[in-house]
């Protein structure tokens, strides 16, 4: 008994009544900041009452609500990946890694919570990536920007060679057995087998088999262009009459749509160039270009046109194809070409015609009405020189950007350009030594985005797991790179398909009732603490209003984006608050029941009802870790601002509700009005 009696008279002395007006006047203060931010309108205009009478430059508050996508709109886009270089197996993890760069890139731009979300439609990876409040889609674009595809390439020492015996033998025999699978298929079609079904089945390309081998409209897809020529007699419902073989594919094909598309004609030209014109590569002067134009049109007719194309024309090859442009639409050329050739009549040659390109003549050589096909067929690939020879001058390495640990601004320090240094992990440190080892004085291509900007030439093997790109980059160019590499380069390519700028998904009519229908909520929780719980459920109602400007304040100041999943997270920490408080009440009436003392009674509520709180939201904040650190970021923003109001509500239940009941239970108004305080027995402290 003498150990227990030593024990609690070491406990800590009372808190006196100063100290606890000194704890209310600094709540008060903190109450006054956070309700300033949460909401500024009203302090703003206190400010300028301010200002005006005491002549001082009080700065508003500006700290406005970030909200999401779902409730103020922005911008949304869809990207298709290409895949084509990864292995199947391996296609879902190199479409997470895009998702996480993306989402890491628009973080860095200042845009919170932004939605990527990737998905498979048939035989194609698509990403969707939406921005709340960018409303400018080229500016969401731009935001994401061409996240570099970083990669090492090695020369292609048999990128030039010819085939081997053994290789054309292969060749020869696999087209060979494609043609009589073509003609098989032919004669099935013939019989009565559906095409749909055919191409399901034979189809190489994967896209044209899962449609079932509608290859849409043709007329304007130039890989088609044989089966648009061949099927302009044909009505929707007819099979094209034989086996169709354009030197890629062969195709067994029916029309499915017909519809008209106008004029179309073919053209030849001749073409004069002058130097600084586009794609030029002549050095005379604009005006000894158009004194040669004209010399040449004084010798042109319709009948030796072609004979002076082939002798004068700048356009590369047209000695050989006598400027012959094949049959093209409006449209199709630029404009001041498109008007002269089609203002011709049919064998007639132009004047002189001016574009950007240079000067031309053109000469109409034929004209007709064309119509654009749907079709439908079965397409078999034919095998070529290049399936067998990698022709590419440069061939991939293991080594790209998915080993880049560090990318970094620097500066040469013999030249003092800007440079970007690049630090690679353990297993591209590894890959980088040896293919260095392996390609000793030999160069070795740095390719950004598909195109080479730095091929230095290996001096000696490099075991340090460090690179250097270098080229014409001003310090914001290098910088913007750095930045972007370091944001993680993109396991595969992305090709920008669809855009738009997209509405908030609640309109402002139903956002406006559900904050009406959450108010009345939330007054009818206060009325009910008030009634259930007295002088205690007045102090809640102000520890609640405390707790809400001091999340709100955070949510402003960091700040979070809200979306419908985040309100539901504030809404739901509000109830867990509320239930702090009940806990905490319900523990002082048992207190109150023993016939304690007042200040004793509080005392050993809160100590009794602290390890039901903590225990409850400390295993809420373990989901709220989980939830953000391993899902999408729609559920993150739920996670976040529950854990932030989980935070909060256990400092304004145990701090700011235990502060100002204790100050009540040391005055004589408790003692007075015992009824209002849960029991009518209470005894004086």
């Given at each position: ?36 931010v949460?909401y ?12 005006r009478?005491?002549s ?39 479409m ?47 935001m ?19 085939l ?12 060979k ?25 034979y ?25 648009k ?39 030849s ?23 040669l ?42 404009p ?54 990698n ?52 160069p ?16 000696t093997?490099?075991t ?96 979070v984006?809200?979306?419908?999943s ?37 005392d ?6 602290w ?47 235990r ?18 305080f ?8």
């Amino acid at each position: 008994m003498a150990y227990i009696y030593r024990k609690k008279s070491q406990q800590k002395a009372p808190v006196t009544r100063k100290t606890l007006l000194k704890r209310i006047v600094l709540i008060l203060a903190l109450f006054i900041l956070a309700g300033s931010v949460s909401y500024p309108a009203g302090a703003n205009t206190l400010i300028d009452g301010w200002n005006r009478i005491t002549s001082l430059s009080i700065p508003h508050v500006e700290y406005p609500l970030v909200l999401g996508l779902d409730l103020q709109g922005g911008s949304h886009l869809e990207y298709v990946a290409d895949l084509s270089n990864v292995p199947l197996d391996q296609r879902g993890d190199a479409m997470d890694g895009a998702r996480d760069v993306i989402e890491r890139r628009v973080n860095q731009m200042g845009v919170s919570e932004p939605l990527v979300q990737t998905a498979k439609a048939g035989d194609q990876w698509r990403l969707t990536v939406e921005l709340a409040g960018i409303r400018d889609v080229n500016q969401a674009i731009n935001m994401i920007g061409e996240t570099p595809i970083l990669e090492f390439r090695i020369q292609n020492e048999q990128a030039n060679r010819g085939l081997t015996e053994e290789e054309q033998q292969m060749l020869l025999e696999a087209n060979k057995a494609k043609r009589e699978l073509a003609e098989e298929i032919f004669k099935r079609a013939q019989a009565g087998d559906p095409i749909q079904s055919l191409s399901e089945e034979y189809s190489d390309d994967e896209t044209i088999r899962a449609a079932g081998g509608d290859l849409g409209w043709v007329l304007d897809q130039r890989q088609y262009i044989k089966l648009k020529e061949l099927g302009q007699d044909l009505n929707p419902g007819d099979a094209y009459p034989m086996m169709v073989d354009d030197g890629q594919n062969f195709y067994i094909a029916q029309v499915e749509e017909k519809k008209d598309a106008g004029q179309e004609i073919r053209a030849s030209h001749l073409l004069i160039q002058w130097e600084g014109g586009e794609q030029s590569a002549q050095s005379r002067t604009k005006e000894l270009a158009l004194e040669l134009m004209e010399k040449i049109k004084s010798e042109v007719t319709p009948a030796n046109f072609e004979e002076k194309v082939m002798e004068y024309s700048d356009e590369p090859g047209a000695d050989k194809t006598a400027g012959d442009l094949d049959y093209f639409r409006r449209g199709d050329m630029v404009p001041p070409f498109e008007d002269a050739a089609f203002a011709l009549t049919k064998g007639a040659v132009s004047d002189v015609v001016e574009t950007q390109f240079g000067f031309h003549l053109i000469k109409k050589t034929d004209e007709r009405n064309v119509s654009d096909l749907r079709v439908r067929a079965v397409v078999l690939r034919q095998m070529t020189a290049a399936d067998i020879l990698n022709t590419e001058p440069w061939v991939r390495t293991e080594l790209t950007g998915k080993q880049l640990k560090r990318a970094v601004l620097d500066f040469d320090p013999q030249t003092g350009a800007p440079i970007v240094v690049l630090d690679f992990d353990s297993e591209g440190t590894a890959l980088f030594a040896k293919m260095t080892k392996d390609n000793i004085g030999k160069p070795i291509a740095i390719y950004l985005d598909g195109s080479p900007i730095s091929i230095p030439t290996v001096q000696t093997e490099i075991t340090g797991g460090q690179a250097v790109i270098s080229g014409s980059f001003t310090v914001n160019e290098a910088k913007l790179l750095a930045q972007r590499l370091q944001a993680g380069a993109l396991p595969v390519p992305i090709e920008l398909i669809a855009q738009q700028t997209v509405g908030p998904t609640l309109g402002s009519e139903s956002i406006a009732l559900s904050l009406k229908a959450g108010l009345i909520g939330f007054l009818l929780v206060l009325i009910f603490m008030i009634l259930f719980y007295r002088i205690p459920g007045i102090i809640s109602v102000f520890a609640l209003a405390f707790y809400v400007a001091v999340v709100l304040a955070i949510f402003k100041i960091i700040p979070v984006t809200m979306t419908l999943s985040g309100i539901a997270g504030f809404i739901l920490s509000i109830g867990m608050a509320v239930d702090a408080n009940v806990l905490i009440f319900e523990r002082l009436k048992e207190e109150f029941r023993t016939d304690k003392p007042l200040q004793v009674s509080v005392d050993e509520a809160f100590k009794r009802a602290w390890s039901s709180i903590r225990d409850g939201n400390v295993t809420t904040l373990l989901v709220c870790l989980v939830l953000y650190t391993f899902t999408s970021s729609l559920v993150k923003g739920f996670a976040l601002t529950l854990g932030i109001g989980i935070l909060v509500s256990m400092f304004t239940a145990i701090v700011i509700t235990r502060t100002i009941l204790k100050l009540f239970v040391s005055t004589p108004l408790s003692r007075a009005l015992p009824w209002f305080f849960l029991h009518p027995r209470n005894k004086a402290s």
